[in-house]
């Protein structure tokens, strides 16, 4: 349990000085499609440097992996240039609550596509609701 807080704790402070940094990018370069269009190539080109020295396994990849990929991949990429456009328009901090409504937005729009979460998964979403909702208020 506390291998995953650490891992998820460490994420999170890279996810925050990866988005401190895009703003600083922004402030100075104001082309946010293009800044995400190339964070997004170069990572592919980092991942494809990683399979072929095999330094990170490569999944075998079909045809229905494809398919079951898209539509993920799809938002994906709406998501990471939806945030790039909102660090240069808005201050960080509130991207941040944005960003944290995901999970939100996740639990209950899985609700209209028939899933079911235990009642521990939507009690987990609680703090991250009341924690957005008095960061905004401050």
Not at 27 to 40: G, I, R
């Amino acid at each position: 349990m506390l291998q995953l807080a650490l891992v998820f704790g460490f994420w999170h402070f890279q996810n925050i000085v990866f988005n401190i940094y895009n703003k600083k990018v922004l402030n100075v370069f104001s082309f946010p499609w293009l800044l995400a269009s190339f964070q997004l190539f170069a990572g592919s080109i980092w991942m494809l440097v990683l399979w072929s020295l095999k330094l990170q396994p490569c999944l075998k990849i079909t045809k229905p992996f494809i398919i079951a990929l898209l539509g993920p991949a799809l938002f994906h990429i709406i998501g990471h240039i939806s945030g790039c456009v909102s660090f240069s328009k808005v201050v960080v901090s509130f991207t941040h609550v944005i960003k944290l409504a995901e999970l939100e937005f996740f639990v209950v729009f899985s609700l209209f596509l028939g899933d079911k979460y235990p009642l521990k998964v939507w009690l987990s979403v609680v703090p991250i609701v009341l924690g957005c909702s008095w960061i905004t208020n401050q």
